[in-house]
């Protein structure tokens, strides 16, 4: 089912301000719409009034180049020898100057290459950073009034930042008297410039309301933004689906709950029906026994990023005690993962996480297809097979588990799935989530045996 956006009011386009006058020109637009119009046909508005939400976006460049596979270093805004290096690769490979240098004619010429391969493969553009684009608000306005500063960097000279104001409200046929609107602030320069301008951020937000930063780079500790922001928000929310390097990205997000901050994955929300329907499984009275006897783990999902495989097995092991003992990795058509875990009684596990080549890629990279969980003894009563609607279980299938499976379930797909969706859900609450630090913890000591 196709879901219709709502249409979208403005109250305010996008106007240029100088970041002292931002409060103060917000002010004058909600004292210029009044309560409402003078011929009554539109109802109230109700201004922000829930928490502040920090956006910091990719920076474009860089988000462009790895997308199209040119460069494979952190998304933090920063043009160090590797981004120069993946610029002129890029130029070459499109028939532009070699210079190595972001200008507008190699970044249109990336807009569209990445507009091309995605119309290609999922039928319709994914998003991409647009300091213009009303589209996170839409998502939380239809749930929350509330303020959002989006900071993002840009490429090239270094001439301070800019700022812009605007203020949405998405209509809908069966909202009330009232619109729903967002305050929206934008603030643009390079990662540089955006990092001088960072003591300013709290003067912005809604005093006494909580505070949440989606960060949408790849997350650094010695990041001094990404510190500065952290350091007085209610959560950090993350997205690992777009982690360039899972591995090293995943040690990172631990380093920061050791920090104790506050921290959310989105892509932590998005195996929540593979992690319900394997708690059901062994439900019923006469399984409940039987989940000690797994000893056998398999995981499929979509090659390109293994982070939700390794977070369910981290939420597994972490829930049955497992202790993780040896880790390897097996790059090929197949990037297969296998992991060694000791049980509490000394039992050995056997896990094996496997990087499936598909046609048709979905918006989101390293989506779960399917899972198997079974046991060496033939008198177990635990073998659980639980695949995806889309993707099947056809692998698993042919290597021939299904007969040894006593139990079958399917995931339904998500109707939810994107970062704008779940982001609105995340915002309803904030703090620290025990059950995904400890999934989390055990997942990197996993990551951490691929190196001793």
């Not at 709502?6 to 002010?27: M, R």
């Not at 910091?56 to 860089?62: D, I, N």
Request: hydrophobic residues 35%; proline residues 6%.
């Amino acid at each position: 089912m196709t879901v219709q956006a709502p249409t979208v009011f403005s109250l305010q386009a996008p106007k240029d301000v100088s970041l002292t006058e931002i409060e103060t020109e917000l002010n004058q637009i909600w004292q210029s719409y009044g309560i409402a119009g003078e011929d009554g046909a539109l109802p109230a508005a109700t201004r922000a009034t829930t928490f502040t939400l920090m956006v910091y976006e990719p920076e474009e460049t860089q988000y462009l180049l790895a997308n199209l596979g040119f460069y494979n270093g952190p998304i933090d805004g920063i043009f160090g020898p590797q981004m120069i290096s993946a610029l002129r690769d890029a130029q070459k490979a499109f028939g532009l100057e070699r210079t190595g240098k972001a200008n507008s004619a190699t970044l249109e010429r990336l807009r569209e290459e990445l507009s091309h391969r995605n119309k290609n493969t999922s039928g319709q553009e994914s998003y991409s950073p647009n300091a213009s684009s009303p589209r996170i608000a839409d998502e939380i306005a239809l749930r929350n009034p509330c303020r959002i500063i989006s900071l993002i960097p840009l490429a090239g000279e270094d001439t301070g930042v800019k700022a812009q104001v605007s203020a949405y409200c998405p209509i809908q046929k069966q909202s009330s008297s009232t619109l729903v609107c967002c305050e929206y602030i934008t603030i643009t320069g390079t990662a540089a410039a955006l990092e001088r301008v960072g003591g300013m951020i709290p003067e912005l937000l809604i005093g006494g309301l909580p505070k949440f930063l989606w960060w949408k780079a790849t997350p650094d500790p010695n990041n001094q933004l990404f510190k500065r922001l952290g350091d007085f928000c209610d959560n950090v929310i993350v997205d690992s689906c777009n982690f360039n390097k899972p591995d090293s990205d995943l040690l990172s997000l631990q380093e920061l709950v050791e920090k104790e901050i506050p921290l959310a994955d989105l892509n932590w929300g998005r195996i929540s029906g593979w992690q319900e329907l394997t708690a059901e499984a062994y439900d019923p009275p006469q399984r409940r026994g039987a989940i000690t006897e797994i000893d056998k783990v398999n995981i499929d999902y979509e090659k390109g990023n293994p982070t939700q495989a390794l977070l369910f097995l981290g939420w597994l092991a972490s829930r049955l005690n497992w202790r993780p003992v040896a880790y390897q990795k097996e790059l090929g058509d197949y990037n297969i993962t296998k992991v060694k875990l000791l049980a509490p009684d000394q039992r050995p596990i056997e896990a094996e996480l496997a990087g499936v080549p598909v046609a048709d890629i979905g918006d989101i990279v390293g989506d779960l297809i399917a899972i198997r969980l079974d046991s060496t003894n033939p008198k177990a009563n635990c073998g659980t097979l639980i695949c995806s609607e889309t993707g099947g279980c056809m692998r698993m299938e042919t290597q021939g588990g299904a007969q040894s499976t006593g139990v079958f379930q399917q995931v339904t797909s998500l109707s939810e799935q994107k970062a704008e969706s779940l982001l609105s859900k995340q915002v309803q609450r904030w703090g620290r989530e025990a059950l995904f630090e400890e999934s989390l913890a055990l997942t990197v000591k996993m990551l951490k045996l691929a190196n001793s």
